[in-house]
Every structure is written in structure tokens, then in C-alpha cells.
């Protein structure tokens, strides 16, 4: 990994009582500190708890922590990594039905699509705009925000951050 320093935060949407622990541990294994989440009810899915961390770290450290979580059974979660000097962004959703989605972003947290990516989707196509469609759906992680979408929402008792307007 390298020596730039960036932040980002992951995001457990759900997971059960009795991964939680390893989850934490898998997590300070990377950040290279002990790591206590607070955790909550997960509404979208009874019996199972959510809980979210803001890190810091070198570059890469978003695709280190989706590594030591991918694969685990009944874990649903996500994690964005802010650009900084020489590197972009990236975003990381994994839901056990879909395995793990990785995309780069933009400043703003935007996907990026690149062209080869756009362009593999015009000839995997073939003049097939459905075809080329459900590649550019692909390509921008629809299934994973579908899937996803009902865990995000804030549930009562799970920590809110307040946004300050700044200037």
C-alpha cells in the first residue's frame, strides 16, 4: 500500500449477532488498531445488526477491508474510498446473493465508467440496445444498489451524522 493518506467509510448493512466479532476483528486487522463498532437493529432484516466506521489509511485501504470481508456468509456491506493525490476513488458493495461489486468514483462519489467498458458494451451488444443496457447496468452496480437499498436506510437508534454547511 502506499504512504498517501486517505479516509473513507464502511458501511455493514447486515450482518448476524455472531459474525459481528470476527467482522470487527477482520476490520482492526487492517486499520492496524482494535476496532469496537457500535451496533444496531437492522429493521430490513430482523435478527441481524448494521453498524458503520469512518476511517483513515493509506491508499488502497478500501480494497484491503472489502478483501478480508468478501465471501462471508450473511454479510451485506459497503465501503467507499475518497480520491487523493495520484489515486481516484472507489466504492466496494458485497451482498451474499451478488458477491462483490467494485467501481471507481469521482470526487463527488459518482461511478466512473470507462470507455473500454462502455465500449465492450456496445459490441457485446451487437445492435441489441437491451443487451447493451443490462452490460451498462452491469457496469454501474444496479443489482447491488437494488439489493442494498432497503439496508441503507437509517433505521431508529443507528447513528446519525449532521452535515454543517461550511463558508
Do not use: K
Not at 454501474?140 to 437494488?146: H, S, Y
Amino acid at each position: 500500500m502506499s504512504d498517501v493518506l486517505t479516509r473513507g467509510v464502511l458501511f455493514v448493512h447486515s450482518a448476524p449477532a455472531a459474525l459481528c466479532p470476527h467482522v470487527e476483528w477482520a476490520i482492526g486487522s487492517v486499520v492496524d488498531q482494535r476496532t469496537d463498532l457500535t451496533w444496531t437493529a437492522q429493521p430490513a432484516a430482523p435478527g441481524m445488526f448494521r453498524a458503520e466506521l469512518a476511517w483513515t489509511g493509506a491508499q488502497g485501504t478500501g480494497a484491503v477491508l472489502a478483501s478480508a470481508l468478501r465471501g462471508w456468509a450473511h454479510l451485506r456491506y459497503e465501503i467507499t474510498e475518497e480520491p487523493s493525490a495520484g489515486a481516484d476513488g472507489g466504492r466496494w458493495s458485497h451482498t451474499p446473493e451478488l458477491g462483490i461489486f467494485h467501481a471507481t468514483t469521482d470526487v463527488h462519489g459518482n461511478i466512473m465508467v470507462s470507455e473500454d467498458r462502455i465500449r465492450y458494451a456496445y459490441e457485446s451488444g451487437a445492435g441489441d440496445p437491451s443487451a447493451v443496457y443490462q452490460e451498462l447496468s452491469l457496469a454501474l452496480g444496479e443489482a447491488w444498489d437494488e439489493e442494498l437499498e432497503p439496508f441503507r436506510h437509517a433505521a431508529e437508534g443507528a447513528p446519525v451524522r449532521w452535515l454543517h454547511r461550511v463558508g
